[in-house]
């Protein structure tokens, strides 16, 4: 079974990196134009928030948009790199799955079943999955990452002791926290926060062990003031167009 699941992720790989390096111009409908030009802006302003563009519900640094405006500044092929940009993401939301699973104890068939349905590449419809995550102008493949990297520093609290690793998971999910909060206001604390925050209360009720779930707790109350924080900046720095 696993070399099936294996061969099938070999063969979902080929086809998105073809799809991302070779025909994302075919992927431009209103959506991915908006990103793609945004991408374009951001590169040829110089700036994470280009003047006078028209953004809607996000800002876009949660985005593909600025790895990709920065690797069509180094090659001056503006699909290409932005296909390019999207294999970077997918491929380090791989390791976080591979990490998140290690740290579950999970053995190499979860492994490669999650990541055949993570990185699944059909979608009979202009806006779907796989055009919102892994080709396409792929707006959520950052806040996948995110919300993978915030589960896996949620996962290292409940460790006994803190490690350097740890430490380290925990100090990049502030970091995803304050970008995306930055970029689309409430969409992580809605969808992770929250959600994350009842998960340890109703454990430290229903087990009577307050303190053990501290850390958790309390890390959980930092990224919700990390939210809050950067949402002010947003306002600060883009006030006509913050989400």
Not at 31 to 49: C, P
Not at 125 to 150: E, I, K, P, T
Not at 153 to 174: D, I, K, N, S, V
């Amino acid at each position: 079974p696993n070399r099936l699941v294996g061969a099938a992720l070999v063969v979902q790989l080929l086809a998105l990196a073809a799809a991302n390096l070779f025909f994302l111009s075919s992927a431009c409908s209103y959506d991915a134009g908006t990103t793609f030009s945004a991408a374009l802006e951001m590169w040829r302003q110089k700036t994470l928030l280009p003047a006078d563009f028209g953004f809607a519900t996000s800002l876009l640094t949660d985005s593909p948009a600025p790895l990709a405006a920065l690797l069509f500044g180094l090659t001056g092929r503006f699909f290409p790199a932005y296909g390019a940009a999207n294999l970077v993401i997918m491929a380090a939301n791989l390791f976080c799955v591979r990490s998140i699973l290690r740290q579950l104890h999970g053995g190499t068939a979860s492994f490669l079943l999650a990541a055949v349905l993570l990185v699944t590449p059909y979608s009979p419809w202009q806006v779907g999955y796989s055009q919102c995550v892994v080709w396409g102008h792929a707006c959520y493949s950052v806040r996948v990452l995110f919300l993978l990297v915030a589960l896996r520093a949620f996962l290292a609290l409940q460790q006994q002791t803190m490690t350097r690793a740890g430490l380290t998971w925990c100090m990049a999910g502030a970091a995803a926290v304050c970008v995306t909060a930055f970029s689309s206001g409430l969409f992580f604390a809605e969808q992770v926060l929250a959600p994350l925050l009842l998960v340890v209360a109703a454990r430290a009720v229903w087990t009577g062990r307050l303190r053990r779930y501290v850390a958790q707790g309390g890390y959980l109350l930092l990224l919700c003031f990390l939210t809050l924080a950067s949402m002010a900046a947003a306002q600060v720095a883009a006030p006509d167009t913050a989400a």
